[in-house]
T-cell receptor, first 110, second 109 residues
Framework: DVKVTQSSRYLVKRTGEKVFLECVQD?????MFWYRQDPGLGLRLIYF???????EKGDIPEGYSVSREKKERFSLILESASTNQTSMYLC?????????FGPGTRLTVT | GQSLEQPSEVTAVEGAIVQINCTYQ??????LSWYQQHDGGAPTFLSY????GLEETGRFSSFLSRSDSYGYLLLQELQMKDSASYFC??????????FGKGTRLHILP
């Protein structure tokens, strides 16, 4: 059974904190993605990675960075959390036409 | 640029058939995917159409017409558990996906 796990289901952080969201996939796949999902806006791509130590900006990378030190792990970093980063964060692996998502992390920044 | 348009909400009756449409504008087109997402859950992959025509998977079918820049997801014999949001999506040459904003399907008993 394919597994994508994310470090937390719910997270509450304060404005200005550095936040780490981790994602692990067990399919040995090269491609991994980070999205955020907001009501009325759908899924928006933040960053993606084709392989270890590789990263590409998505549509909304501002305020975020990523790390991919191992193939199975892709981390999203909020350098200084702000209230407008309150959202559902979804990690995925796969290709452009077929992706598999983790359960998501609902982050609240107060 | 790329954009995918789909209705924000659709309502149908249990046991009936419903069609969720998606029109797209893309600079390069490789195919159309569909995802289902239940409240509180993650999106799950349903289907992918690379070629024109109808692809059937059980009660769900997906259709693509490249000449019309249009596709749809067809759900038959609707069940209450089909109440969810449905997203169309299109990949680009960089293996990224652009998602539509989703269609919320309400099913009445």
């Amino acid at each position: 059974d394919v597994k994508v796990t994310q470090s937390s289901r719910y997270l509450v952080k304060r404005t200005g904190e550095k936040v780490f969201l981790e994602c692990v996939q067990d399919m040995d796949h090269e491609n991994m993605f980070w999205y955020r999902q907001d009501p009325g806006l759908g899924l928006r791509l933040i960053y993606f990675s084709y392989d270890v130590k590789m990263k590409e900006k998505g549509d909304i990378p501002e305020g975020y960075s990523v790390s991919r030190e191992k193939k199975e792990r892709f981390s999203l970093i909020l350098e200084s959390a702000s209230t407008n980063q309150t959202s559902m964060y979804l990690c995925a692996w796969g290709s452009g036409y077929e992706q598999y998502f983790g359960p998501g992390t609902r982050l609240t920044v107060t | 640029g790329q954009s995918l348009e789909q209705p924000s909400e659709v309502t149908a009756v249990e046991g009936a058939i419903v069609q969720i449409n998606c029109t797209y504008q893309t600079s390069g087109f490789y195919g159309l995917s569909w995802y289902q997402q239940h409240d509180g859950g993650a999106p799950t992959f349903l289907s992918y159409n690379a070629l024109d025509g109808l692809e059937e998977t059980g009660r769900f079918s997906s259709f693509l017409s490249r000449s019309d820049s249009y596709g749809y997801l067809l759900l038959q014999e609707l069940q209450m558990k089909d109440s969810a949001s449905y997203f169309c999506a299109a990949p680009n040459r960089d293996d990224k996906i652009i998602f539509g904003k989703g269609t919320r399907l309400h099913i009445l008993p």
